[in-house]
């Protein structure tokens, strides 16, 4: 699945639904700057009311709650991850080296604005799902096919797709937030060198792609 199939944008919007979509983005666009320099504790609807000139009541008939515009910047993230997962998958290479460069996608998209995934991911509830037709969905079920396809080739072990897909997202999202954090892996006890981004990319893909791989399939 592509990232043309979801949530495809309609060349046919009338000018009122113009207008709503960009003041959605301004909505937005002035939320990420009081997180970026704020937090979540310094952006409430009426500051971001105040913020763009607009009355805190208006702001409402674009996005039900702060939680609502949350969901709209987690969105935005993975519109923009599964583009880069397409130019991925439309490269050559094999189904490792293809299964590696989406997870690098994730963590590159996410450093491009670090600020703008921080943010995406605040306040997420423990029981929130991906709904089906959203770009969240679109990017679990396009990592869960890619599981299935290792599956099926031979190169993967037999494991419940959701359970693996959940545990691949929490390596790289873990390994992300920690980026964002801290830019430059220090060394550790027993070496004193620093890490570049670059070799903790490279170590840290390979090393779930070989917890996932099935017995006698990878060279030591």
């Not at 944008?9 to 002035?30: H, L, N, V």
């Not at 310094?42 to 702001?59: C, F, K, T, V, W």
């Not at 060394?187 to 779930?208: A, C, K, P, S």
Request: with cysteine; hydrophobic share 40%.
């Amino acid at each position: 699945m592509s990232s043309t199939d979801v949530a495809p944008e309609c060349c046919c919007a009338t000018p009122a639904e113009r207008r709503r979509e960009k003041m959605r983005d301004t909505i937005i666009t002035a939320a990420q700057a009081i997180f970026t320099k704020d937090g979540e504790a310094g952006l409430s609807m009426r500051r971001l009311a105040e913020a763009i000139d607009y009355s805190p009541a208006a702001l409402y008939k674009y996005f039900a709650s702060k939680d609502d515009l949350f969901e709209a910047v987690r969105e935005q993230f993975f519109e923009r991850l599964l583009k880069r997962m397409d130019q991925a998958l439309n490269g050559s290479g094999t189904t490792q080296e293809l299964f590696e460069a989406c997870g690098r996608s994730y963590i590159e998209t996410a450093l491009e604005e670090p600020s703008t995934f921080m943010m995406a991911f605040t306040g997420l509830k423990e029981d929130t799902r991906p709904v089906e037709g959203t770009f969240g969905y679109a990017a679990a079920e396009q990592l869960e096919c890619m599981i299935k396809q290792g599956i099926d080739e031979g190169i993967l072990r037999k494991v419940d797709l959701a359970l693996a897909g959940k545990a691949v997202w929490a390596a790289v999202h873990g390994l992300t937030i920690l980026l964002i954090q801290i830019p430059t892996m220090p060394g550790g006890v027993t070496h004193e060198n620093d890490y570049t981004r670059e070799d903790i990319i490279r170590f840290h893909t390979d090393f779930i792609w070989r917890g996932m791989a099935a017995p006698g399939t990878i060279a030591t």
